[in-house]
């Protein structure tokens, strides 16, 4: 069973559109995250949600919001897409210690 | 802000030579973790420190956490095609609590057979 997934795998879309990605954990993990990963490699933390604190990095644009339905979901949904938004996004759990990563989904931006 | 700085961005070697990549923080760390990404893949843990000069081994792999703990390093000895990939190390994000991590841009390690 996989760990942490999130869907979609790939995601092209055209600037302006409002798109959602999904994600899932079944490790029982009590923290949630979503990163961005640029060109570069860069991996920055956008932020960390466990059930009751959302911390947001003070980086991100608030086109960007995590949804949480439960505690073993964490979608990440974007308004206005612009060019800059062509990424991979990860999402990650943890229980304090260690993250697990999903697998990615590659955004792009047209 | 906190930052934190890896050292090499890139490192090409022979296969069968070592490898090392550094990692230091503008802050005081509680703990640190390194973390390898395949190409195409997803960062996937591979272990913390957390006491002041602490040397762990896996395998071809030592990790070490400095006295002051604000540096780290990773080596590899005797590299193998398998270990081609980005390194990166993360430590806990300051004021975010133990949940969020800064992590390090990365050191890209290509192995020439």
């Known amino acids: 069973d996989t760990a942490v997934s999130q869907t979609p795998k790939y995601l092209v879309t055209q600037m302006g559109n409002d798109k959602s990605i999904k994600c899932e954990q079944n490790l029982g993990h009590d923290t949630m995250y979503w ?48 060019l800059g938004d062509s990424a991979v996004y990860f999402c990650a759990s943890s229980r304090g210690g260690e993250q697990f990563f999903g697998p990615g989904t590659r955004l792009t931006v047209l | 802000g906190q930052q934190v700085m890896q050292i090499p961005q890139y490192q ?58 604000k540096n780290s390093s990773l080596h590899i000895t005797a590299t193998q095609t398998t270990d081609v990939g980005t390194y990166f190390c993360a430590g806990p994000r300051s004021g975010a609590g133990s949940y969020q991590l800064t992590f390090g841009k990365g050191t890209k390690l290509s192995v020439i057979p």
Request: hydrophobic share 30%; charged share 25%.
């Open chain 1, 35 to 82: 990163y961005k990963q640029d060109s570069k490699k860069f991996l920055k933390i956008m932020f960390s949600y466990n059930n009751k604190e959302l911390i947001i990095n003070e980086t991100v644009p608030n086109r960007f919001s995590p949804k949480s339905p439960d505690k073993a979901h964490l979608n990440l949904h974007i308004n206005s897409l612009e």
């Open chain 2, 12 to 69: 090409h070697v022979q296969e069968g030579e070592d490898f090392t990549t550094y990692c230091n923080s503008s802050t005081t760390l509680s703990n640190i973790q390194w973390y390898k990404q395949r190409p195409g893949g997803h960062p996937v843990f591979l272990i913390q420190l957390v006491k002041s000069g602490e040397v762990k081994k896996q395998k071809r792999l030592t990790f070490q956490f400095g006295e002051a703990k």
